[in-house]
């Protein structure tokens, strides 16, 4: 049987508040209740629930292409306070666009014995469509579920949808 994972990835001020240094825009705010409704569920299903979030040191390179944000121990590097880590799911601090690279999160899915993994986050053609690629070249099943994903860029957030399913193989649920 196949054990779940939701990953709820960079639902944090610094992307989600209008007064974030890399605010992703009002439409992104519009999956918070999509959000919240998949914590309930995998919550319900015993499913493994990870927090990858952005944790940056003040002088990151990716500074060089992108905004100070979610510097680590700074009010932009908080969850929203819509969604919280509760007792037995994980916070991982990430420094990439993968939520894999260079963090704990690969050894926790081995851990855990996850073999299919959800995913939920801000923003789909960056930090959803690494993640999944480091997912799917890994072998985990994935799901996309479009009503939980956002990005600033309308376009962008097609493209990534579609090279998920179409190249990556991944599944996009509505």
Known sequence: ??????????????????SGSLYCGDEARKIIPAVQELLEEHRKLNSVIIFPCDSHDPEDKEFEMFAPHSVTGTPGAALIPELEVKDGEYLVPKTRYSALYGSNLEKILMDEGVTEVHMSDVCTSICVMDTTSDLRNRDYTVIIHERAVADFDPVAHKFALDRMKNILGAHVEP
């Open 1 to 18: 049987m196949s054990k779940k994972a939701l990953l709820v990835i960079d639902m944090l001020h610094d992307f989600m508040d209008p």
